[in-house]
C-alpha cells in the first residue's frame, strides 16, 4: 500500500497522559499537513510542512501540541497532558506541487488516528 | 463567522433524484476551491474542483460564484452510492516561498442519504 498510513489508528488515554501520532505520507510528496475532525464538522487544519520546514501553525495548535517532521519524511504529532476536548480524529495528509505533476487542491489523506481522553 | 458555510444536512433524496449543495466562504482572497467526499469512516476525497465558468464531471455540476461567494455542487440521476458528507473545500495560499503551496479549508459537510 502506497498511500498515507498513519499509526496508531486508535488511541485510549487518560487526562493528562501524553500521546504521540505518527504519519507516513506517499514517499515522493513534499507537503504533509496535520487536521483534525470530529463528529458532525469538516477537518480542521492544524499545521503544515514543506519537507522538513514547518511553514504554518493554526491558532488550534495550543503549546500542548507539538509536530515534527525531522527528515522531511514522516511526521509525529504529540499532544501533551491530554484534556477531554482533545479527543478527536486526528488526519494526515500530503501532496505535491502542480510543478511536479500534482493536482491542484488534492490532498491525500491517510485513514486517520482517533483519540478517545477518559 | 466561519471561513466556509454548508447546511450539514441530511439530503435524503429517492434514487435518481436531482440534489443540490450550496456553500458561502467568507475570505475573498480565497483563490480556488474543490468538493470533496467523504464516506462514513473514511478519509476525505477529492471529487472535483470548482471552476468560475462551471464545470461537469460525468453526473456532477460545480458552480461558482465569486461576486457572491458561493459555491454549488449538483448531482443529477443519484446513486445509492451517492451517500456520503459532501465537504466545500477552500483553498488560500501558505507561506512557503514558492507561493504555491495551499492551506485548504473545509466546511462542516452536507450529509446526503440516498433511497430505494
Known amino acids: 500500500d502506497t498511500g498515507v498510513s498513519q499509526d496508531p489508528r486508535h488511541k485510549i488515554t487518560k487526562r493528562g497522559q501524553n500521546v504521540t501520532f505518527r504519519c507516513d505520507p506517499i514517499?515522493?510528496?513534499?507537503?504533509l499537513y496535520w487536521y483534525r475532525q470530529t463528529l458532525g464538522q469538516g477537518p480542521e487544519f492544524l499545521t503544515y510542512?514543506?519537507?522538513?520546514?514547518?511553514?504554518?501553525k493554526s491558532r488550534l495548535l495550543s503549546d500542548r501540541f507539538s509536530a515534527e517532521r525531522p527528515k522531511g519524511s514522516f511526521s509525529t504529532l504529540e499532544i501533551q497532558r491530554t484534556e477531554q476536548g482533545d479527543s478527536a480524529m486526528y488526519l494526515c495528509?500530503?501532496?505535491?506541487?502542480?510543478?511536479?505533476?500534482?493536482?491542484?487542491?488534492?490532498?491525500?489523506f491517510g485513514e486517520g488516528s482517533r483519540l478517545t481522553v477518559l | 463567522r466561519k471561513e466556509v458555510e454548508q447546511d450539514p444536512g441530511p439530503f435524503n433524496v429517492p434514487e435518481g433524484a436531482t440534489v443540490a449543495f450550496n456553500c458561502t466562504y467568507s475570505?475573498?482572497?480565497?483563490?480556488?476551491f474543490f468538493w470533496y467526499r467523504q464516506d462514513c469512516r473514511k478519509e476525505p476525497k477529492l471529487l472535483m474542483s470548482?471552476?468560475?465558468s462551471g464545470n461537469e464531471d460525468g453526473r456532477f455540476t460545480a458552480q461558482l460564484n465569486r461576486a457572491s461567494q458561493y459555491i454549488s455542487l449538483l448531482i443529477r440521476d443519484s446513486k445509492l452510492s451517492d451517500s456520503a458528507t459532501y465537504l466545500c473545500?477552500?483553498?488560500?495560499?501558505?507561506?512557503?516561498?514558492?507561493?504555491?503551496?495551499?492551506?485548504?479549508?473545509f466546511g462542516t459537510g452536507t450529509r446526503l442519504q440516498v433511497t430505494l
Open positions: 495528509a500530503s501532496s505535491i506541487n502542480r510543478l511536479a505533476g500534482g493536482r491542484s487542491g488534492e490532498l491525500f
Open positions: 514517499s515522493e510528496h513534499n507537503r
Open positions: 510542512f514543506q519537507n522538513e520546514a514547518q511553514l504554518e
Open positions: 475570505n475573498s482572497a480565497s483563490q480556488s
Open positions: 470548482v471552476y468560475s
Open positions: 473545500v477552500v483553498n488560500s495560499p501558505l507561506r512557503d516561498g514558492a507561493g504555491t503551496a495551499s492551506k485548504l479549508t
